[in-house]
């Protein structure tokens, strides 16, 4: 069979294919992860690329525009290779990290999101200084200047090189690798007997996972990563200083096969598929490492930590675990809690004996994120009645206090991810997240993440968009839009009805900004899936929303979500809005305090081991609650008795 070059720019990068191959397919192949929602099934429309030379061959769409179509446009997934082509990847199909600000990143802290009660930092020794927990990074680096031997002090090396750290720090128990033990005398000569160790702790043990000649203790550096079903987010961190450094975001390129769970725990069955998405999300991962060293000018050697929360899919893909089973009854994941490596071992590019840790999660459904979360809000070392919201591409709910805690997972979709719908983009610079209608003419003002023009709306600009649009009449409680009105925004879409957000060349936009009636329906049942999940879970303890104390929602919303307008379209209940907390990223978070405490990794494992998971699918009165969410805000209106309709 005939083999073609096909060459990706802007990367410059070139694969060789055979004739036929998908264009989304060549990409992958190339290392290229090209923005396709749907799995490269050809109806979500944003694997666009444009053919610059070449032959190929295309399946008819009505994903493409005719102004488009002109421009040589083609989605990735329908169009196959006939020729040596080079494709140009357009910036809106691109999947590539992304700076994010200094007021996004003091959104995602820790520091804020909880404060405790005075009552409460006497009960919590954890409460030193400025942080909840001691000062204990995953790996820590120690400096020493050991006693040469003599004739009376001649114990081996490595005994000599555990006492000096015994002397220094009270552990029990030490061990290390056999090539450190072959390299240890060496490096003790070389160095005039001055060296700094890296400390790991590992599964109950400390190991000795790294020595090096003379003082490099003020080099030691961690990531905490956040991997989203559609977003991955890391910070890197000075392990002794505890600064964040720098923070980057990317879409998950494990989205070009599919983007949910389930999608992708199919994909993984079929063949090379787990390797595929295991190489993606790691791909991702090494890309904002890369990133973060040159611009902070970090050797990669320094790199010496990464910890990871995540759902227990994405942690199963990040260690090339067979996920099959999560989506089969009884519902069962490999392993919940799994021990420290080498990040080596997963294809992470750190310092070669790097180590790697996953924050334990709960069921097949509750990840480590959701843990994360836990951790970070605060919630299980309180003694008020609180609710954690993490909406998601998978909508997490968790109930208690610091005696109990209960959870649940409803699938929510990625729509508040900025996935599955027409203009939709993660909370990035750009993305629309305010959305304000005004006056008979219907005008729109909104603000972008960064103030730079519109590229976008994320998922906290979509709920301002439907409760605006919901107030001004524009849409009924069904979603529906109301075709009496009269304005030029609304229109006739390639989906239906739509309505115009920014027009093309307004506020510097390249293209029309628009909200169909399909996107709306995407907000109603994701929505609609996490009011129900939230009810259900307070149901089946004999609880009401009024009995919850705080509220904590957290989520990929970037800088930003309005409580009331939430509560408008059904998201959250309608209760006193003093109950309710933004907290932003809760999940990276509670990975950054426990990469720099082990004491916060010992309360993560038992958190997840304290938490009850509820199975919704088996509980009768969910689909119920579901249905009933279907309308904005809820079909009774008496739970919502301050929207008024």
């Not at 992304?98 to 409460?120: D, T």
């Not at 009376?152 to 030490?174: A, G, T």
């Not at 007997?193 to 003379?214: A, D, F």
């Not at 305090?593 to 082990?598: A, G, P």
Request: overall charge negative; glycine content about 8%.
């Amino acid at each position: 069979m005939d083999k073609f070059v096909v060459t990706f720019q802007p990367y410059g990068k070139k694969v060789e294919v055979q004739r036929g191959e998908d264009i989304l397919t060549a990409a992958v192949s190339a290392g290229i992860y090209i923005n396709s929602s749907c799995g490269g099934d050809g109806v979500c429309g944003r694997c666009k690329v444009i053919l610059r030379s070449g032959e190929v061959k295309t399946q008819p769409t009505g994903r493409l525009s005719k102004e488009e179509r002109l421009k040589e446009y083609y989605l990735a997934c329908l169009t196959s290779v006939q020729t040596d082509v080079e494709i140009e990847v357009p910036p809106e199909s691109r999947l590539e990290p992304e700076a994010v600000s200094e007021r996004e990143m003091k959104i995602s802290r820790l520091k804020g999101i909880y404060e405790p009660q005075a009552e409460e930092v006497e009960q919590s020794k954890a409460v030193i200084e400025d942080g909840l927990f001691s000062h204990s990074p995953l790996a820590t680096k120690l400096y020493l200047e050991l006693p040469p031997p003599t004739l009376k002090d001649n114990i081996s090396d490595l005994e000599r090189l555990y006492r000096e750290i015994s002397r220094m720090r009270e552990i029990p128990i030490m061990q290390t690798g056999l090539t450190n033990i072959k390299r240890l005398g060496n490096i003790l000569r070389e160095s005039n007997w001055k060296i700094t160790v890296l400390l790991g702790k590992r599964n109950g043990t400390v190991e000795v996972v790294l020595i090096e000649p003379g003082d490099t203790y003020m080099r030691n550096y961690g990531i905490a990563f956040d991997i989203g079903t559609t977003t991955v987010s890391g910070e890197l961190v000075n392990l002794n200083t505890k600064e964040v450094l720098g923070t980057k975001a990317t879409y998950n390129k494990q989205v070009a096969f599919g983007s949910d769970v389930i999608s992708r725990i199919i994909y993984a069955s079929e063949k090379d598929g787990l390797e595929k998405l295991h190489h993606a999300v790691v791909d991702n991962m090494n890309g904002i490492i890369e990133s973060l060293i040159l611009e902070h000018n970090i050797n990669r050697n320094d790199l010496t930590a990464v910890m990871c929360a995540g759902n227990t899919t994405m942690v199963h893909l990040l260690l090339r675990v067979d996920p099959t089973y999560i989506r089969r009854e009884p519902y069962v994941p490999t392993a919940n809690f799994v021990p420290v490596i080498r990040a080596s071992e997963a294809g992470i590019k750190t310092n070669p004996r790097g180590l790697l840790a996953c924050i334990p999660g709960v069921s097949s459904y509750v990840g480590g994120d959701i843990t994360a979360g836990v951790l970070a809000s605060g919630m299980d070392r309180t003694d008020r009645l609180t609710m954690l919201i993490d909406m998601g591409t998978n909508g997490e709910i968790v109930l208690g206090n610091k005696e109990w805690l209960v959870c649940c997972s409803a699938s929510a979709g990625p729509a508040f991810e900025g996935s599955g719908v027409t203009c939709g983009m993660r909370a990035a610079r750009g993305a629309i997240q305010r959305v304000e209608i005004s006056g008979a003419d219907y005008a729109v003002k909104v603000t972008t993440i960064g103030s730079i023009p519109p590229r976008g709306i994320c998922g906290s600009g979509y709920i301002d968009c439907v409760a605006e649009m919901m107030s001004k009449r524009i849409i009924d409680r069904n979603g529906r839009i109301n075709t009496k009105i009269k304005s030029e925004r609304l229109r006739e879409g390639k989906d239906g009805l739509e309505f115009v957000l920014v027009f093309k060349g307004d506020e510097g936009a390249t293209q029309d900004i628009v909200v169909t009636e399909p996107d709306i329906d995407n907000i109603k049942r994701s929505k609609g899936s996490i009011f129900a999940a939230s009810s259900v879970l307070l149901r089946r303890l004999g609880l009401t929303f009024n009995d919850v104390q705080q509220f904590y929602a957290a989520g990929g919303f970037g800088t930003y979500l309005d409580m009331e307008k939430a509560i408008t379209i059904g998201l959250l209940p309608d209760i006193p809005r003093d109950k309710f907390q933004f907290i932003g990223n809760s999940s990276l978070a509670g990975a950054r305090e426990i990469l720099l405490s082990y004491e916060a990794k010992r309360q993560a494992e038992e958190i997840a081991r304290k938490m009850t998971y509820f199975e919704l699918s088996v509980e009768p009165v969910y689909m119920d609650e579901y249905i009933s969410a279907l309308f904005f805000p809820h079909t009774d209106m008496q739970r919502f008795p301050s929207v008024a309709m």
